[in-house]
């Protein structure tokens, strides 16, 4: 796990850890906690101990990867008191991310994840539904390229073992993921669903709908939503007519890429108030995941 920096540029391996923490954990805030307390282990050293260390990357990706590990393995404990259905962080597009704790216009271009099919909220979902070491194994090997040596050593287990886990979470990963088409039509469909929803079209809406559609919220109890799934896209679209029409013309809906994939924001009396992404299979839409917890809106802002 070389990566050649040495101690005075350990600041360089910023982004690398971002992108790992965030994959590992769904949560750009976890993710920022994990590499801030990772680098706090760094300084905290004698600079004889850090100068000992052969590859300063290859120490804080071992570091940070366990520390996720530990967070992941008490993660399902904290999920049992969280307020209805658990939904990973959504991201926005590069060219609108702001981050940081101060919030800061354009934020810091090491914090930024890079977007691509390891982070589409489809892809998180099922990582999400994986053990700890599965989630791990697979992220450090399969979209990182770790090799299964270097993986034992931060699992902890044999390679053989790693390599066994990886796999399982491949499968997984093919089992749950519909098939995407490109971008544009995927583009297309959410439009064309934005629109239907707009005028409270619910047979526009039910024929974009797969039948066995699921849509799931996440309000955290910090903002008012469904707390169960529904499921159906005939059940799906009479409830989002009704949200339509309970609120009026209080909110606008916005087209916006939400974890490099085409999505939707919502609007409410001017203040950003849900993110949306969905996963398309064919020319339906199959799931929808609606963020309202405004601690998990963080990354984004309305211009």
Wanted: with cysteine.
């Amino acid at each position: 796990m070389d990566t050649g920096a040495e101690p005075g540029d350990v600041q360089s391996e910023r982004r690398r850890l971002i992108n790992l923490a965030y994959r590992f954990l769904g949560s750009l805030a976890d993710a920022e906690d994990v590499v801030q307390e990772t680098y706090a282990r760094w300084y905290a050293m004698p600079a004889r101990e850090q100068q000992a260390i052969e590859s300063p990357g290859g120490w804080l990706v071992t570091v940070a990867s366990r520390i996720c590990l530990n967070l992941l393995g008490s993660a399902r404990a904290r999920r049992e008191t969280y307020v209805g259905d658990w939904i990973p962080e959504p991201l926005p597009e590069p060219t609108e991310w702001i981050t940081g704790r101060s919030g800061a216009a354009g934020g810091d271009p090491a914090d930024r994840v890079t977007l691509d099919e390891s982070v589409t909220m489809a892809f998180l979902v099922v990582l999400d539904a994986m053990t700890p070491a599965e989630r791990v194994a697979f992220v450090l090997h399969d979209v990182f390229r770790y090799p299964f040596g270097e993986v034992a050593e931060i699992v902890g287990r044999t390679p053989a073992a790693c390599r066994q886990l990886a796999s399982s979470a491949r499968r997984r990963v093919r089992t749950a993921q519909a098939p995407a088409g490109p971008t544009a039509e995927q583009a297309t469909i959410v439009r064309r669903f934005k629109t239907a929803w707009e005028a409270k079209d619910i047979d526009a809406l039910i024929g974009l709908l797969d039948p066995d559609a699921i849509a799931t919220a996440d309000g955290g109890g910090l903002a008012v939503t469904h707390l169960h799934p529904i499921v159906g896209g005939a059940q799906i679209a009479r409830s989002y007519a009704e949200i339509a029409r309970l609120s009026g013309d209080r909110t606008t809906f916005l087209e916006c890429t939400v974890n490099g994939l085409p999505g939707l924001l919502a609007r409410q009396d001017g203040t950003l108030a849900t993110v949306f992404a969905f996963e398309i299979a064919g020319d339906r839409i199959r799931r929808i995941w609606a963020v309202r917890n405004p601690e998990k809106l963080r990354p984004w802002r309305i211009g």
